[in-house]
């Protein structure tokens, strides 16, 4: 009971309380010089910026995105998407206060990388005294969902989409999984970036040739699904749900109800991927984090909403992977459940690399040894074969409950930073950018 009140309740109004501060302070600012925030987009660090915000992505994308959805449809109706929406606006600005802070804390090693995350700046916004316990309470932390949410969960989605469509064995999906990563792993962070390169577009772009393939067939049903997501927004049960659906399409409910992260907005984990870009700019490399939501939801989660409310498929049952499977070969027949349960797999791996990445920088924190990343290459291996053939139920309620605590002590340290980023976002739309460090 005390997790879903603390997930289910306390956390969706502090990220809504707090992404709602956020859009009122700095996100008027950048609203009011466009130019900036393209320039950011295109300008210096662009390079290294789309490597991070690729690295991140694959992180935040998952199969979230498909049984989140799927999920939300089902608890609220057509309308919860609006609150996907909604949610998503607040969430983008929260992705953009947590890199800003990220960024700006930041340390280079004797080597010239980046080291970074969220466990810095709350060490420094707690102070001297409950700063360096706070930052390696969350650090560690990190750490468990590492090997929770990024290993056991998205190995088990990965080898039930596997299994069921192509009929491999769970144990084979596991350790194929694991020894993928392990490799890449431990040829550091630079390999690791450019497998997410690589990947992430390839999977976004296999499972948006469906969707769109879906919506064009389904052409004439769009502006009825547009009108149902209008209609119902504000009934107060779809209302809830798409809320939570959002705040949840950070996690999958598989079985009765249980998820992993989709969209990590307010946990305080993808600035430790940003932290490797070379841009000079702070609120410029923040501005990567708006368009890192955009994508996640804004793009990809409204396609799987929009697929299910054209199918004709009935909004019933718990949701999850197996409604977007009916929907998707409702329209395109028995080749839509190959590409789907493909798009799993590749989305689990992509995640499964991002948090190996995270628990290998907060190893790198806790320790203070820079190739202590590659201490997570064999527990990454196990974690994957225990999750492809039996991934205890107890998991899910703990995944819930360590993303809580990482949150709360994430978002209490941007709130008590928030100058900090408005000073930065200030001095990024004065076009008087902070020179690198």
């Known amino acids: 009971m005390m997790i879903q009140i603390l997930s289910g309740v306390l956390l969706p109004l502090l990220l809504m309380g707090a992404g709602a501060w956020f859009v009122a302070s700095v996100g008027g600012r950048l609203l009011c010089h466009p130019h900036r925030v393209w320039d ?237 870009a070379e841009n000079r ?15 996640d939801t804004i793009l990809l989660c409204t396609m799987t909403a929009l697929v299910i409310l054209v199918s004709g498929v009935p909004l019933s049952g718990e949701g999850g992977v197996m409604l977007a499977v009916e929907a998707f070969s409702a329209v395109l027949g028995r080749a839509a459940a190959p590409v789907l349960a493909l798009s799993v797999l590749l989305f689990a791996f992509a995640t499964l690399l991002c948090w190996s990445h995270y628990g290998g920088e907060c190893l790198i924190y806790l320790t203070g040894k820079p190739r202590a990343a590659r201490w997570m290459s064999l527990p990454v291996l196990l974690s994957s074969i225990i999750g492809a053939v039996a991934a205890p139920a107890i998991l899910w309620e703990l995944t819930d409950l360590i993303l809580a605590l990482m949150a709360i002590l994430n978002i209490t340290a941007l709130l008590i930073c928030r100058r900090a980023v408005g000073e930065e976002t200030k001095l990024f739309c004065d076009d008087r950018g902070r020179t690198g460090r």
């Open 40 to 276: 950011a987009l295109r300008g210096q660090g662009g390079g290294s910026s789309a490597r991070a915000l690729a690295v991140a992505l694959a992180g935040t994308l998952g199969v979230g995105n498909i049984a989140g959805v799927a999920t939300a449809l089902v608890l609220g109706g057509a309308g919860a998407v609006f609150w996907m929406w909604v949610s998503a606006l607040l969430a983008m600005l929260l992705k953009y206060a947590e890199i800003v802070l990220a960024m700006r804390t930041r340390r280079a090693d004797g080597q010239g990388r980046f080291h970074g995350g969220a466990m810095h700046y709350i060490k420094v916004a707690f102070g001297q005294k409950a700063g360096a316990p706070m930052a390696a309470m969350f650090a560690l932390l990190c750490l468990c969902c590492a090997f929770t949410l990024g290993g056991v969960i998205q190995s088990s989605a990965a080898a039930e989409a596997a299994c069921g469509v192509f009929d491999l064995p769970p144990l084979a999906v596991g350790v194929g999984m694991g020894i993928a990563a392990a490799l890449i792993l431990a040829c550091g962070s630079v390999k690791l970036e450019r497998a997410c390169t690589l990947l992430v577009p390839a999977v976004c772009l296999l499972f948006s040739v469906a969707a769109v393939a879906v919506l064009v067939l389904r052409r004439q049903a769009l502006p009825s699904a547009f009108a149902a997501i209008l209609q119902g927004a504000f009934q107060p049960f779809a209302a809830g749900a798409g809320v939570v659906g959002f705040l949840t399409s950070k996690a999958l409910r598989y079985g009765v109800a249980r998820g992993l992260v989709s969209n990590e907005a307010g946990c305080g984990t993808a600035p430790i991927a940003h932290i490797a």
């Open 281 to 295: 700019s702070p609120a410029a490399q923040g501005v990567w984090g708006i368009l890192e939501v955009f994508v």
